[in-house]
């Protein structure tokens, strides 16, 4: 298991989302690309992406031991 994603969080998240915010957050795809991925609508993306934020940002990092 990824401990960096695991840390944030990201493993909780559906996997539309942890798709969805990867590709367009970290690779930097437009929400278009990243819809044309996942076979689905820009706005349904962008959603995902909200909600993925919205979600993180209500999490604290663990901290390792």
Do not use: K, Y
Not at 16 to 41: F, I, K, N, P, Y
Request: no cysteine; charged share 20%; glycine share 8%.
């Amino acid at each position: 298991e990824n401990l960096a994603a695991q840390n944030f969080g990201m493993d909780e998240l559906p996997p539309r989302q942890q798709t969805a915010l990867l590709v367009h957050g970290m690779l930097g795809w437009s929400a278009d690309e990243t819809a044309g991925l996942l076979d689905a609508s820009t706005a349904t993306v962008s959603s995902a992406i909200q909600r993925a934020r919205r979600t993180l940002r209500g999490r604290q990092p663990l901290q390792s031991s």
